[in-house]
């Protein structure tokens, strides 16, 4: 099947002719997009430049690097909420016993996903973020003080399955201490 | 050959053709409810906790989202939403979701959703992941095209209008779009998968499925089958990257299809993204037509209707076209029929026989057609399935007809036709194939472009349609090897259909032609249209065999590999098991060439054992086998140290430091050992070039060590504190510091710190805290000089300076306590309710004119809980009485024990400022 060349009047040939400009700028737009992804050349760099406000606009601006370069490690939030009356409680964020469907549970999870990432560089930002959600949290539970803590949850190999171990023993899990948040200090 | 002009037309043809030839929204339309009930769910679920993603103050916190949104163009309606107006905005925008589900206005909500969508996904950038990318992407191309003119609200409401849904070539647009675009993703996901060695390694598939917080489903028995997960990884990473060829190769679709489904369905049952899943899935409906929808979603009608032995009379969108019906109506025999009872195909071509069609078959039987004119409709159901699960024969109600001319390709022809037990009229040529069309109603015909040229080809044609003016006829036009395009510009009645087949056409695709016929489809350019759902589903089960064939032959793994006895040393290493751990490893490196990483390892469990020879020859061990290994020279110069062989420990870490000068842990372990050698300014400069590399507080801590040995209080105080800044909780930082501020004679600053440090951690208190504020009081320092004086002091007043028990019970210094003689020195008994909260402190009088300090210690199994030091201001009023306030957490408590201690005047402090 042919499709009608629009060439009954000139409104149509000119929409026709922008439409056309469009659609290749759209598509060196998209293509773009996850080239620009580091490691990447200078060219490619450049060549953002002249999508880059086209793309974050249109929320096209992603690399779709989906498990890569490598499935990593999963990140956690753990905090110790500290109570007026000088009772505490213990969590984690995400928990899927707490957070269902499963949705809202990987909507946590990206939440701490997205702290590890970020690049080492930016330590500040993930303070930052990490404060905020520790805050939240604090509210959440009407708590006085938290501690928060990063837990990075390691990937075992399958060697140790048929050694007897399980993907969530407990020495697969590193925590290292991130913050105390006061909540009255806010 | 062709000209530059010819094939710049040909290039302009094909682009116009691929963007822009109009093309039958039905496929947008079911993308459309798809991705309406996806963005209401999505959207719905953001209800659970609004105001936590969506606050000021939430999980996105405002101020964090816009900075990092600072210089871009990234929008969100949400930032125009007043504070507590958050959940009206958010129900009027699932009410926009919905009606762009149903189909209502939706050229606006088309748009409204994309911007919808848009705004959550840029307001909540802190939790999102690809399932906001899809859900946006499909949302935008969606928006470009006709989307609510099939199944929707708008299409009843125009039907009840009689307004006729035209092809359109926005929908096409649209259609090509999402399927570049779908291209797009898994390209870039398979390339960016390029940069990890696991994917390499085959191990990525393992990491996946072994991610706890993933994880939905447990598939780690799948660690008996490595090389089922490394041909997965490889095979997920091949697909990813050549989809666009599989996808617009007409052959290897169904295996593309077969292969990204099982994909997504998975991603969904193991993974718990169902909704990421379905959704991409939901993008592959933009690489089918219409006609293609229409006969899945007929199959689907017909296999749910007969699985629940349903009656009833199912019907997909019918569109009341001026010229072109496109509906397909499927009916159910009715159960009373015998079901031997045999119909006729009242489409069938007199003369030729009627063939037996078994009434609980098929649905209803198609109408004549006796209008000149074609009308899809009434000839919609020529297809006629056997309702047997035993038989899957078919017949049909129309004549195939192939014209060969050569012999051999007849009888090639006559014999694949006849082993499939149908009927196929082979003919020899166009004349025959006139007269043998003079009386049918309707037809198939198969002809070979090189046997005509166009000129003739459209003379048959013409032929055909003058001699029998009523028969409706479908032509199958298979190219030559130039693929010239015989068809272009002929002109046939309506009720003529061509279809231009590739030419790698086999006699069996002719038959799946034949046999699950569409006499709806539109006919192409290139027959570029996509096998039936059923070569999906066939290579979806040929993948499924692949995979229980390789599980269950060979695929398994040995239990008792060296790889295997290595992973459980070091699991029982990281469980404390190290006596264990040493055992496996020993028995894995006897079985295999281990590697320095294992070397290193079992170093690890030797130096933890304090078997530090063996450590030591292990980390040399691995060194042999990589003599970049860091790691393993940091540890063992930490080995050597302790074996007292400080300068081959030197030796290490300046190799290391070499081989990598941003190590940070070596330059603050060979600061370490210089300040072990006793050489502090070249300790204090590593520990320095190791703070410039990473601002650990350890590394502050121990040069504060280092500046009170050498007997820099000042700086020492300085390098605790920043430890203390970077670690609120680092105890021995803060007792290090009360020791530095002791030898600045900031006593109040020390006991501060010695308190905060028995809050924070009973188990230094208990050991350290005590003893250390004790020896502060006592003044260590003070012993050459005022501890002298103070000493001779007591002595004089008549104090019998009791034989401590230990070193922290100075004899000079513990006056009196609660297990003590009052006489001696002082009374101390608890006074208040029950015995606890009030002390009541007498001190002898001899003690009258005290110019030292006082100290108060309040112990409880061997705990300081509190001490306190008496003002200079208070003494008088002591030197008779002194009571404070204990208020204790319990009210019962009872100390164990209450001391006093005395110490020279802080002024007799002779400290280095």
């Known amino acids: 099947m042919h499709a009608e060349l629009p060439n009954s009047s000139w409104h149509k040939r000119l929409l026709y002719v922008l439409v056309n400009l469009w659609l290749v700028y759209h598509l060196a737009a998209i293509m773009v997009a996850p080239a620009s992804v580091p490691p990447t050349s200078e060219a490619v760099r450049s060549m953002w430049g002249g999508f880059r406000h086209y793309l974050e606009a249109t929320y096209f601006n992603h690399g779709y690097h989906y498990f890569a370069p490598a499935p990593g490690n999963s990140t956690l939030l753990r905090y110790v909420a500290q109570y007026p009356d000088g009772s505490s409680t213990v969590g984690q964020i995400p928990n899927r016993d707490v957070q269902r469907p499963r949705l809202f549970y990987h909507r946590h999870f990206m939440l701490t996903e997205f702290l590890a990432s970020l690049p080492p560089s930016a330590n500040q930002l993930r303070d930052n973020i990490a404060e905020s959600y520790g805050f939240k949290i604090a509210e959440q539970l009407d708590a006085e003080q938290l501690e928060l803590s990063l837990v990075k949850h390691r990937i075992v190999p399958y060697e140790r399955i048929l050694a007897g171990g399980a993907i969530d023993d407990p020495e697969t899990y590193e925590v290292s201490p991130l913050m105390v948040i006061e909540r009255a200090a806010r | ?913």
């Not at chain 2, 390098?719 to 030898?743: E, G, T």
Request: net charge neutral; proline share 5%; charged share 20%.
């Open chain 2, 1 to 913: 050959m062709r000209g530059p002009q010819q094939l710049t037309a040909d290039v302009s043809d094909a682009w116009q053709r691929f963007w822009f030839a109009p093309s039958d929204p039905l496929p947008l339309g079911v993308m459309r409810i798809l991705l309406g009930a996806m963005l209401f769910y999505s959207h719905l679920i953001w209800s659970l906790d609004l105001i936590g993603f969506f606050g000021a103050s939430g999980w996105n916190n405002a101020g964090i989202i816009k900075s990092l949104q600072q210089d871009t163009l990234a929008w969100s309606l949400w930032w125009f939403v007043p504070t507590g107006a958050e959940y009206q905005f958010h129900v009027g925008c699932l009410i926009v979701l919905f009606l762009f589900w149903i189909g209502f206005a939706t050229r606006a909500t088309s748009i409204l959703a994309w911007i919808i969508t848009v705004s959550y996904a840029h307001r909540s950038m802190l939790s999102n992941f690809g399932l906001d990318q899809v859900n946006a992407m499909l949302a935008f191309y969606l928006m470009l095209a006709p989307c609510g003119a099939r199944l929707s609200f708008d299409s009843w409401w125009r039907k009840r209008k009689k307004i006729a849904v035209t092809p359109s070539a926005s929908a096409t647009l649209a259609a090509r779009l999402i399927q570049v675009h779908i291209c797009v993703i898994y390209v870039w996901a398979g390339l960016s998968k390029l940069q990890g060695s696991a994917w390499w390694t085959g191990d990525a598939i393992w990491q996946v499925i072994a991610n706890y917080e993933y994880q939905s489903a447990d598939l780690t028995w799948l660690a008996n089958y490595p090389t089922v997960l490394q041909l997965a990884t490889h095979g997920l990473l091949l697909f990813e990257i050549t989809f666009p060829f599989l996808v617009f190769h007409r052959r290897l679709r169904p295996l593309a299809f077969a292969i990204g489904i099982a994909l997504h369905l998975g991603i969904g049952a193991f993974l718990g993204m169902w909704t990421f899943g379905l959704i991409m899935i939901c993008g592959y409906l933009a690489f089918f037509n219409a006609d293609e929808i229409r006969s899945a979603g007929n199959a689907l009608v017909a296999f749910v209707a007969r699985v629940g032995r349903v009656q009833a009379e199912v019907a997909l969108p019918e569109e009341k076209q001026p010229q072109v019906r496109n509906g397909i109506r499927l009916a159910l025999p009715a159960p009373d029929q015998p079901a031997d009872q045999e119909l006729h195909d009242p489409n069938s071509a007199p003369g030729e026989g009627r063939r037996p069609i078994a009434a609980n078959e098929t649905a209803s039987l198609p109408q004549v057609a006796p209008q000149p004119e074609w009308d899809a409709s009434a000839s919609s159901a020529h297809v006629l399935t056997n309702g047997s699960p035993r038989s899957r024969r078919r017949f049909v109600a129309d004549e195939l007809l192939y014209v060969a001319r050569s012999k051999q390709q007849r009888a090639n022809v006559r014999a694949y036709f006849r082993r499939h037990d149908m009927a196929c009229c082979v003919l020899r040529g166009a004349a025959e194939l006139i007269e043998r069309t003079v009386n049918l109603r309707k037809a198939t015909i198969v002809l070979r472009a090189k046997d005509f040229s166009r000129t003739e080809l459209q003379f048959w044609c013409d032929e055909l349609a003058e001699t029998n003016p009523q028969g409706q006829f479908r032509i199958f036009l298979l190219p030559d090897s130039t693929q010239r395009n015989t068809t272009e510009g002929l002109e046939v009645p309506p009720r003529i259909r061509l279809f231009r087949l590739s030419a790698t056409t086999t006699l069996r695709r002719i038959r799946k032609l034949y046999v699950n016929q569409d006499w709806n489809a539109t006919p192409s350019a290139d027959d570029d249209s996509i096998p039936p759902a059923a070569n999906t589903i066939r290579a979806a089960k040929f993948m499924s065999w692949l995979f229980i064939l390789l599980v269950l032959t060979g695929c398994g793994a040995k239990k008792n590999t060296p790889k295997v006895q290595l992973e459980r040393a070091r699991m029982l290493l990281e469980r404390g098991q190290l006596h264990d751990s040493v055992q496996a490893f020993t028995t894995a490196l006897s079985q295999a060439n281990g590697s320095a990483d294992d070397y290193y390892d079992r170093g690890v469990a030797y130096e933890r054992l304090k078997q530090l020879e063996q450590a030591a020859a292990d980390y040399t061990e691995a060194l042999r086998l990589a003599p970049m290994h860091s790691q393993a020279l940091n540890n063992r110069a930490v080995v050597l140290a302790q074996m007292g062989r400080v300068e081959d420990a030197l030796l290490d870490l300046s190799q290391a430091i070499e081989i990598n000068p941003n190590d940070a842990l070596a330059w603050g372990n060979r600061g370490l050992a210089r300040h072990e050698s006793g050489a502090f300014a070249e300790a204090i400069d590593d520990y320095s070039h190791a703070i410039e590399l990473t601002q650990e507080p350890r590394l502050y801590f121990q040069r504060g060590n280092v500046y009170v040995d050498f007997d820099r209080p000042q700086q020492a105080v300085e390098d605790f504190s920043a430890a203390i800044d970077l670690d609120k909780d680092f105890v021995r930082a803060y007792l290090n510091r009360a020791n530095a501020f002791v030898q600045l004679g900031k006593l109040d600053e020390a006991v501060a710190d010695m308190q905060k440090a028995s809050q924070m951690d009973s188990e230094v208190s208990m050991t350290g805290a005590i003893q250390q504020l004790r020896q502060q009081i006592r003044g260590e320092q003070w012993q050459d000089t005022a501890a002298a004086g103070l000493a001779q002091w007591l002595k004089t007043e008549g104090y019998e300076i009791r034989p401590a028990q230990d070193e922290s019970l100075s004899p000079f210094m513990l006056v009196g306590d609660s297990g003590h003689d009052a006489g001696a020195a002082c009374f101390i008994s608890p006074t208040g309710p029950r015995g606890a909260p009030v002390f009541e402190v007498s001190l002898s009088e001899k003690l009258v004119g005290f110019e030292g300090q006082v100290a108060l210690l309040v112990v409880d199994k061997q705990e300081l809980i509190r001490s306190d030091r008496m003002p200079s201001a208070d003494r008088p009023a002591w030197l008779k009485d002194w009571r404070f306030d204990w208020k204790p957490v319990e009210s019962d408590f009872v100390p164990s024990q209450v001391e006093v201690l005395l110490g020279p005047p802080a002024d007799s402090l002779s400290t280095e400022q």
